[in-house]
């Protein structure tokens, strides 16, 4: 198989041409940019703290599908929830520490090294490994992150898909139990279900529409709206591997859609502590993900036909 890697002097910028003439990406000192067909697709922040984060995200055409806000603005938007970083990863109790919010104890992830791209002919990876650190240096976990861009140009969909994997670091790490997680987008304003320029409707795999799929379990869900006057949809993939599958999700109509297989407690009124998990240390917890952005006429069933034809790959 046809595939190129490069590690990137911080200054350097480079084309990675070697995926093929619809997928490329180059390196701008500590970001990623990834195009498809010459189009704009996504720029992969490595380095931000208190957590990297993956902005703009593009659909079909260009189109816009996340927040600008806190990172570029854009005339109208919301200003709740700074810490909705467009696309990014973090939970809000790590051993009694919050890197979702990641201010009480300046919890962070601060990146190893370079980031590698890695450009084969289904698409472009870009991997990364982070330290997760609170007060003055002290390492909870280490994370090997890995995101691969690619599109369908059958479709005219994209995707990105996650694999995260942490290890515990220095002793056991407990991944507790609050809905303030895990995985999560922040949407553009017009995919909002509530808000002035509301145009969006959530819908999950069973069904579930709107306001009714906060806190419950599925195997992906999906935003739809129009965008500048694009119609257009980004949808959530969960793992059948993952940890807790089913994942719950905590989906707002104000635009948030996260997948957290932690948060039992919340979304089910149990004993609070139910979600906990504990990695011992040394081990390792791996979560994939895919984020699937594409046009009109996606449905439930075509949506779930993806998610199957995801979820069957090794």
């Known amino acids: 198989m046809n595939a190129c890697r490069f590690a990137f002097a911080s200054s350097v910028l480079v084309f990675a041409a070697c995926a093929g003439p619809r997928v490329g990406a180059h390196r701008e000192r500590d970001l990623v940019h990834v195009t498809i067909a010459g189009e704009r697709f996504a720029s992969v922040h490595t380095a931000a703290e208190p957590r990297p984060y993956v902005f703009p995200l593009l659909g079909p055409g ?22 909705h970083v467009s696309l990014w990863f973090a939970h809000g109790a790590v051993d009694g520490t919050d890197f979702w919010h990641g201010t009480r104890r300046r919890e962070r992830l601060v990146r190893i090294g370079e980031p590698e791209v890695e450009a084969r002919a289904q698409g472009v990876e870009v991997r990364c490994h982070y330290r997760w650190l609170v007060d003055d240096d002290a390492e909870l976990c280490r994370e090997q992150r890995v995101l691969t861009f690619a599109d369908d140009a059958a479709t005219g969909s994209r995707s990105i898909d996650i694999d995260i994997t942490l290890r515990a670091v220095g002793a056991a790490r407990r991944f507790g139990d609050t809905k303030e997680g895990t995985f999560a987008v922040r949407v553009h304003e017009a995919l909002r279900v509530e ?10 795999s069973e069904g579930r529409v709107d306001a009714a799929v906060w806190g419950k379990r599925a195997r992906w869900i999906d935003d739809r709206g129009v965008v500048d006057g694009a119609p257009v949809g980004i949808a959530l993939f969960d793992h059948p591997a993952n940890h807790a599958h ?14 957290n297989p932690f948060g039992v407690s919340d979304f089910e009124k149990k004993p609070k502590g139910t979600g906990d998990l504990v990695v011992p240390e040394g081990g390792e917890l791996r979560l994939r993900y895919r984020v699937l952005l594409h046009g009109d006429g996606w449905d439930r069933e075509r949506l779930d036909a993806a998610w199957r034809a995801w979820a069957a790959r090794p």
Request: net charge negative; hydrophobic share 35%.
């Open 62 to 83: 260009e189109v816009p599908m996340t927040r600008g806000y806190p990172i570029a603005p854009r005339e109208g938007e919301t200003k709740d929830h700074p810490h």
């Open 195 to 204: 808000g002035a320029s509301a145009t969006g409707h959530l819908l999950d």
């Open 246 to 259: 089913p994942t719950w999700w905590h989906a707002r109509t104000y635009g948030l859609l996260a997948a």
